[in-house]
């Protein structure tokens, strides 16, 4: 915060400040849930956080109309069917982590982990004998 916006607060304020305006709050958060659970595309992913001293997981479901974020102490499918509920979207991108696979999309999944390796072959082998190609 003190470099973007040259104000210091500490994370304990910032929790403090959420606690106090979560109900007012809870309509937004609904209608960003209502966002995910009715999108064509969702893009998913978690990561490691620290709550009261104890591993739990932050998740996040976005697409570009909305970003939803949660923090569960699993890392599980379990996750999916609480945020998307009944919905299945056509298009789903995650990175392949075994929880990602049991997304509900009924249609096109894509896997950033393939797409990122097709992006170092194309700079490693494909640019370089292009490059070779018309240089000869």
Known sequence: M????????????I???LMRV?????NEVENILKGVRSARLICSDETSAR?????????VFQNDQVCFHIIRPSRGGDVFKEV???????????DLYSSQKTHPAIG?????R???????LERDMV???LNRFLLL
Not at 2 to 13: K, T
Not at 108 to 112: A, D, T
Not at 114 to 120: D, Q, T, V, Y
């Open 51 to 59: 709550v009261n001293g104890k591993n739990e997981w932050e998740w």
């Open 84 to 94: 998307v509920a009944e919905h299945q979207p056509e298009v789903w991108v995650s």
């Open 108 to 112: 096109v999944e894509i896997y950033l």
């Open 114 to 120: 393939w797409f990122a390796l097709l992006l170092i």
């Open 15 to 17: 929790a403090n400040l």
């Open 127 to 129: 640019y370089p004998l």
């Open 2 to 13: 003190s470099e973007v916006f040259g104000l210091e607060i500490s994370e304990g304020a």
């Open 22 to 26: 979560q109900g007012q709050l809870e």
